[in-house]
């Protein structure tokens, strides 16, 4: 059995605005992401900003790093 994941409530846009700064996704940044994509109560403008975020780490535009956050 899976653990329940609970995203915390504004994630996605703090997410997307913190990688609009730097240009990398942390890991803390990734287990948000997945939180996100498990969750079925997410609304569209979460979701497809989710989506663009994974998208620009696709192509490129966003690295990963692997650093739990930012200082």
């Known amino acids: 059995m899976f653990p329940q994941l609970q995203l915390l409530p504004g994630a996605i846009s703090d997410i997307l605005a913190s990688v609009t700064e730097t240009g990398y996704l942390t890991v803390a ?3 948000g992401l997945m939180a996100a994509t498990l969750d079925d109560t997410l609304d569209e403008i979460d ?7 994974l998208r620009a780490v696709l192509h490129g535009r966003v690295q990963l790093v692997d650093e739990l956050c930012l200082a």
Do not use: C
Not at 47 to 53: C, D, K, T
């Open 29 to 31: 940044d990734r287990y």
């Open 47 to 53: 979701r497809r900003s989710a989506n663009r975020l």
